[in-house]
C-alpha cells in the first residue's frame, strides 16, 4: 500500500508541475492580455453585476454562491496550511498572483458558460460548462464527453468523499476521540441525507442553501480570523514583511527557497479558487443574466474572495502562531493556531466551520457533477 500511495504522489506531483500549473499560467497571463486586464480594470463593476436580480431564474449572485460553495472548501484552511508549512510565508504572496492572474481565465470560462448554456427542466434554469461549449463551440464532441465523465468522477465522487472525511476527521477531533466504529458511519448517513435535502429539488434550491450558508461561514470565519489578527495586531506589519520577502527570496526561512515557495503558492492557490480548472463554469452557466460578461466578471470577484479575502485570513492566523516551517501540514496547523490566540473553545468553533465549508463544497461538488453528467447524456443522445 505504502508504494502504490508513492506511486500516486510521484504522478500526482508531476501532473502539477510540469502540466496543470504552466498550462493553468499561461492561459491566464494570455487572457489578461488579450483583454487588457480585464479582471483588474472592472472591479467596481463586479460588485454591482453581484447585485442584479433576475426575472425568474438563479441571480448571479445565486450562481456566485453555487461555485463559492464549491471553491471555499477544506482547501482555504488545510491547504493553507500547506502551503505555508512546505513552501514558506512566501508561498501565500504567490497564491495572490494566482489569483489575480487566474480572474482572466474565471472571467473567459463564466463567459463561454453563459454563451454556449442550454434550458434546463425546471422554468427559468439553465445548464452549461466546458462540456457543453466543447462540443458546441469547437466541435469537438468527444472531448466534451471525455471532460463531462473526469469532472462528474472527479468532483461528483472523490473530491465529495474528501469533504466528508473531512468533516468526520475533525468532528472526532473536537470530540475527543469517540469510537470511529459507529461514529464514522452514523456522521456519514446524517451528511448523505443533509446533502440529498440540499440538492434533490434543483439548481434552484441549491441556490437557495448556498445563498444563506456561504455568507454566514465566510462571515463566522472572518470574524474569528479578525479576532486573531486584532490580537497580534503589532505582529501584522511583520507577516506581510515574510510574506513578500519569502516570494523573492530576501530571507532565508526554513523550507521557503523561492522554487519551493512559487510552486506552493500556484498549486494551492489554484486548488482553493480552481480558476481555469472548468468546475466553477458549471455554475456560471447556471444564472439567468442579460450578458454573458456580467457573469464572467461576478465569477471573477468569486476567485478574489475566495483567496484575497478567505485565503489570506486563514495565512495571518498562521503566522501569528509561528508555525513549524519545512514539514507537511493541514487543518491541525490552523486549529493550532485558533486555539493558541483564542482558547480551547476556538477549536470547537473551528470545527463548525469546517464542517460549512467541507458541506458546502459538497453542495457545489455534486452540482458540477449533475451539471455536466447531464450534459453528457444530452450529448450521447445527439
Known sequence: MSTLNTWIVDINDAFWTYLLI?????????????????????????????????????????????????????????????????????????????ALVGGASAFVESCLAQLYKSRGKEPGTYRGGPAYY??????????????????????????????????????????????????????????????????FFGVKRIASVTQVLIPVMATVYLLLGLVVVLLNITSVPGMFADIIGGAFGFREVAGGAVGTAIL?????????N?????????????????????????????????????????????????????TRGGADVTQSAFNSALGGWAGHMLTVVVFMVAFSSMIGNYYYGESSLHGRLQLHDR
Open 22 to 98: 504552466p498550462l493553468v499560467a499561461v492561459a491566464g497571463l494570455w487572457f489578461t492580455l488579450r483583454s487588457k486586464a480585464v479582471q483588474l480594470r472592472l472591479v467596481p463593476e463586479m460588485f454591482r453585476l453581484i447585485k442584479e436580480k433576475p426575472k425568474s431564474g438563479v441571480s448571479p449572485f445565486g450562481a456566485f454562491t453555487i461555485s463559492a460553495a464549491a471553491r471555499i472548501g477544506t482547501g482555504n484552511i488545510a491547504g493553507v496550511a500547506t502551503a505555508i508549512t512546505m513552501g514558506g510565508p512566501g508561498a501565500v504572496f504567490w497564491m495572490w498572483m494566482m
Open 134 to 199: 466543447m462540443e458546441r463551440a469547437l466541435g469537438k464532441r468527444w472531448l466534451g464527453v471525455l471532460f463531462a465523465v473526469l469532472i462528474t468522477l472527479t468532483f461528483g465522487f472523490v473530491l465529495t468523499a474528501v469533504q466528508s472525511n473531512t468533516i468526520t476527521v475533525a468532528a472526532d477531533g473536537s470530540f475527543g476521540g469517540v469510537d470511529a466504529a459507529w461514529f464514522t458511519p452514523v456522521l456519514g448517513i446524517i451528511l448523505a441525507v443533509l446533502l440529498g435535502l440540499a440538492v
Open 264 to 272: 506552493q503558492g500556484v498549486r494551492r492557490g489554484m486548488f482553493s
Open 274 to 326: 480552481e480558476a481555469g480548472m472548468g468546475s466553477a463554469p458549471n455554475a456560471s452557466a447556471a444564472a439567468e443574466t442579460s450578458h454573458p460578461v456580467k457573469q464572467g466578471l461576478v465569477q471573477t470577484l468569486g476567485v478574489y474572495f475566495d483567496t484575497l479575502v478567505i485565503c489570506t485570513m486563514t495565512a495571518l492566523v498562521i503566522l501569528s502562531a509561528n508555525p513549524t516551517l519545512g
